[in-house]
């Protein structure tokens, strides 16, 4: 009776430090993405006044991913080697913060490109980092990843329709006000985060590291996100200068988000089933085909307010496709080495693949126009979707798809 009276306190206690462990990461999401609805979808349109072309603009939008690509997988590594998760969270944090700062009083190309460097040099592990964390919590519920990161959605949603109405009300720094307050509650919600400092590597960081990325399953992921990311960044950099040229006013982009918004939440919210039914490789596929859809449906836009619908499909194409990425790479990943994975994940995706989609959007933006260059996303797209269902196998949660 001792043994089982124990045993009964040992599993209350354990599910309540869980529990409150996932009620800090809602929030940390929340605040998080709120943040970051004020701040990036505003961030070309402030270029924009500022005079710069649209070769210009995409050096700009350039840069943070390609600083990301070194940067995300540097912190951590950094933070999985040395066992300190939290504290380089805390301190990525308060860099992007004051990055943001210097970037809301700064005005010439010049000046710019360092403060945006930094600010994507501080910014790159936070979603590697506190993802791999909440992986960590889970444990064999990682199926239940997206019942957490669904509250970065309805934090992105509120958040991005009163950044419209205020940018379209005071102006363009605004965004850069509500991204440093939000940013600030934020980082004061993450100093409550029970953080643990993850399992212990099996072998040396180096020989880990070595087994991850001699795994042909790794590779054929990292190559399906480069093509694919590379497509998605054409569209999400260039998409709301394709609405200020259709004339559309600020409000409809933030109303645009909320869309976006709520094509994420049904997405996220049955992850686990889909994860269950499709396994990650299946998840990942039906990503895939929506963003081809969603590229194609964004260059035929002619009315301006059809990008609301065309927003839907961003929870198929972005959210089901963040879900099955960090399950397939937690997969494949050796144990202790979560939070690296995850940033080489982050590094390839959004640091190489957004850096080079930025770059190719600015110069087919200039050269061809937005529709067609969104045409061009989708096709390459595509050509990701059918390289990953030739090259990958089923791994993880489920071996079905």
């Known amino acids: 009776?001792?043994?089982?009276?124990?045993?009964?306190?040992?599993?209350?206690?354990?599910?309540?430090?869980?529990?409150?462990?996932?009620?800090?990461?809602?929030?940390?999401?929340?605040?998080?993405?709120?943040?970051?609805?004020?701040?990036?979808?505003?961030?070309?349109?402030?270029?924009?006044?500022?005079?710069?072309?649209?070769?210009?603009?995409?050096?700009?939008?350039?840069l943070p991913p390609l600083v990301s690509m070194v940067s995300s997988p540097a912190w951590s590594g950094m933070a999985d080697a040395f066992r300190r998760h939290k504290m380089v969270l805390m301190l990525t944090l308060g860099g992007a913060i004051g990055a943001v700062a210097l970037l809301s009083v700064t005005s010439s190309f010049v000046l710019l490109l360092p403060v945006i460097g930094l600010f994507a040099f501080f910014m790159a592990p936070v979603i590697p980092l506190s993802d791999n964390a909440v992986l960590e919590v889970l444990g064999e519920r990682r199926s239940e990843y997206g019942r957490q990161r669904i509250w970065g959605a309805v934090g992105w949603g509120i958040s991005a329709v009163a950044a419209g109405w205020a940018t379209q009300h005071y102006g363009l720094h605004w965004s850069?006000?509500?991204?440093?307050?939000?940013?600030?509650?934020?980082?004061?919600?993450?100093?409550?985060?029970?953080?643990?400092?993850?399992?212990?590597?099996?072998?040396?960081?180096?020989?880990?590291?070595?087994?991850?990325?001699?795994?042909?399953?790794?590779?054929?992921?990292?190559?399906?996100?480069?093509?694919?990311?590379?497509?998605?960044?054409?569209?999400?950099?260039?998409?709301?200068?394709?609405?200020?040229?259709?004339?559309?006013?600020?409000?409809?982009?933030?109303?645009?988000?909320?869309?976006a918004t709520l094509g994420e939440?049904?997405?996220?919210?049955?992850?686990?089933?889909?994860?269950?039914?499709?396994?990650?490789?299946?998840?990942?596929?039906?990503?895939?085909?929506?963003?081809?859809?969603?590229?194609?449906?964004?260059?035929?836009?002619?009315?301006?307010?059809?990008?609301?619908?065309?927003?839907?499909?961003?929870?198929?194409?972005?959210?089901?496709?963040?879900?099955?990425?960090?399950?397939?790479?937690?997969?494949?990943?050796?144990?202790?080495?979560?939070a690296t994975a995850q940033g080489i994940l982050a590094s390839v995706g959004m640091g190489l693949a957004g850096s080079s989609g930025a770059l190719i959007g600015g110069v087919l933006y200039d050269a061809v126009g937005a529709p067609t260059a969104f045409r061009i996303a989708a096709g390459l797209a595509f050509m990701g979707l059918c390289f990953f269902r030739l090259k990958s196998s089923p791994v993880g949660i489920s071996s079905k798809a």
Not at 29 to 48: I, Q, T
Not at 265 to 280: N, T
Not at 313 to 322: I, K, R
């Open 176 to 259: 850069f006000y509500g991204y440093i307050l939000l940013m600030s509650t934020c980082w004061l919600v993450m100093t409550r985060l029970p953080m643990g400092e993850e399992v212990s590597l099996q072998s040396s960081f180096f020989k880990s590291f070595r087994l991850l990325m001699r795994n042909p399953q790794w590779r054929v992921l990292i190559l399906t996100v480069f093509i694919v990311e590379i497509s998605r960044a054409i569209v999400r950099n260039f998409l709301f200068l394709h609405l200020n040229d259709l004339n559309a006013g600020r409000d409809l982009m933030g109303w645009s988000l909320m869309f």
């Open 265 to 338: 939440l049904p997405v996220f919210f049955f992850a686990e089933r889909m994860l269950k039914s499709w396994g990650p490789r299946g998840l990942l596929t039906f990503s895939i085909a929506a963003s081809v859809i969603q590229a194609l449906l964004f260059s035929m836009i002619g009315a301006t307010w059809l990008v609301l619908p065309f927003q839907l499909l961003h929870g198929p194409a972005f959210s089901a496709g963040h879900v099955a990425r960090i399950n397939y790479a937690r997969e494949v990943a050796p144990p202790g080495l979560g």
């Open 1 to 62: 009776m001792v043994g089982l009276h124990e045993q009964f306190c040992f599993t209350l206690h354990f599910s309540l430090f869980a529990a409150f462990w996932m009620l800090i990461a809602k929030t940390f999401y929340f605040f998080f993405f709120a943040a970051g609805a004020f701040l990036s979808p505003f961030l070309v349109l402030y270029y924009e006044s500022l005079g710069f072309s649209g070769y210009h603009i995409g050096i700009l939008t350039g």
